[in-house]
DNA sequence: ATCGTTCATCGTAAATATACGATAAAGGAG
DNA sequence: CTCCTTTATCGTATATTTACGATGAACGAT
C-alpha cells in the first residue's frame, strides 16, 4: 500500500500499465471479443474480420501472448488462439481495484 | 453485438483501447492511485511524489484528460486534479465486459 | 520430395510516445 | 507594476509502435 516518494514506479504499477498496453489497440480489443465469442480461434480467421494484413495480426497477437491475456496451442499447420481466464481476471482485479475508490476535490 | 467483418473497427473498441492508453503507462496509473487516495492534488504535490519532471507529469496529465479520467479545476494560481468517477466507471463496466466472458479452446 | 496452407519473423518506413529544459501564461503577494 | 509561484506549452531528441510485403518454418497431402 505504501508509495514510495520519488523513486521508481512499483512493480504492480508497471504490470498493470502493461496489461493496458496490451488493450491499447481497437484490433487487440477486438481480437479479445472475438476469442471471448467464439471456440473456434485460429489466426486466418481473426485476420478475414480485421483490417489488418496477416503478418500485423500476428504482430497483435505476439503483444497479446506477451502479457500472457491470451496464448495459442499447435493444431497441425494451424495455431488456435484462446483467451488466459486467470490472467484476464487477475487484470480484471487489479483494473476494478484502480477503478474502485472516487475522491475528488 | 453484431461485429462487422473486414471493415473499420466500431466507435466502441477504439473508445476502450483509447482508455486503456491513458492507463498504458506507470505513471498515469500512479496517478490515478494517487488521485483516488488524496483529495488535495495539485500538480506539484504529484510532480514531489513521481520520478519525472514537472513537463512530463504535466503531460501525462494531459493524457488523462484527454480522455476524460480526471479534469482539474483552477484554484488561483494552483490547479486541483481529481478523477471523473463517472469516466472511471464507464470505463470500469466496458472493461469488466471485455474480461467477462471465458471460452477457450 | 514437392506442393499448398498456415502462421511467425524479418526488414523497414512512417507515425506516435516519452522525456526534459526552456519559455510562456496566469494569478497572488508585496 | 514587479516579483514569485504554479502549471501548461514549445521545441526537440530518442525510443517505441504500427503497418506491410517478403521470406522462412512447420505441417499435411499428394
Redesign the pocket.
Same mark, same amino acid.
Given at each position: 500500500m505504501a508509495q514510495s516518494k520519488k523513486n521508481e514506479f512499483t512493480q504492480e504499477d508497471i504490470w498493470l500499465a502493461d496489461v493496458a498496453?496490451a488493450l491499447?489497440?481497437p484490433?487487440r480489443v477486438r481480437i479479445l471479443k472475438i476469442l471471448n465469442d467464439m471456440s473456434t480461434c485460429?489466426?486466418?480467421?481473426l485476420?478475414n474480420k480485421l @483490417?489488418?494484413? !496477416?503478418?500485423?495480426?500476428? !504482430?497483435?497477437?505476439?503483444?497479446l501472448k506477451r502479457v500472457g491475456l491470451i496464448h495459442?496451442e499447435?493444431e497441425? @499447420?494451424?495455431?488456435c488462439y484462446c483467451v488466459n481466464s486467470k490472467a484476464l481476471s487477475k487484470a480484471k482485479n487489479a483494473l476494478d481495484n484502480l477503478f474502485s475508490k472516487m475522491g475528488c476535490c
Open positions: 498496453k491499447s489497440h484490433a485460429m489466426v486466418g480467421n485476420v @483490417p489488418l494484413a !496477416q503478418a500485423t495480426v500476428s !504482430q497483435h497477437l505476439k503483444e495459442g499447435i497441425g @499447420p494451424k495455431i
